[in-house]
């Protein structure tokens, strides 16, 4: 598998989106996950404050190694928003029981109030 960081206006993005009844089209750092060719995951962030980035798209085309797809993605999102130099990453929910909260309190989020998860970045500073 192969992860490609591209941008919102990437055709193969946007189709992978409209498959889920999704349209995105405000700037954002896209990652897709490709295997034989064929997009299997994306996940994209764009900026919360100037502080946060905010991921805003997780979408798996798998329901086989959901979660490691999923932890895969997830964790180059926060490396490339390192990059970018911001202090935290949040996430938001419809409900606490959305299938991905419990993948994202593995990787450290905790929920800040109902419905948004916020994982705070460690410097060695």
Do not use: H
Request: hydrophobic share 40%; with cysteine; net charge negative.
């Amino acid at each position: 598998m192969e992860i490609i960081v591209t941008d919102e206006t990437d055709e193969r993005f946007v189709e992978f989106c409209k498959s889920f009844g999704c349209f995105l089209d405000d700037p954002q750092v896209v990652l897709l996950l490709v295997s034989f060719k064929k997009t299997v995951g994306c996940a994209s962030f764009r900026v919360y404050d100037s502080q946060s980035a905010e991921i805003t798209t997780l979408f798996l085309n798998s329901y086989d190694e959901r979660e490691k797809i999923a932890y895969k993605l997830i964790r180059q999102l926060e490396k490339i928003a390192i990059d970018y130099e911001f202090k935290s990453i949040v996430v938001s929910f419809d409900s606490r029981d959305d299938i991905l909260v419990e993948i994202f309190e593995k990787l450290d989020y905790q929920f800040v109030d109902d419905s948004l998860m916020k994982k705070e970045f460690k410097t060695l500073l």
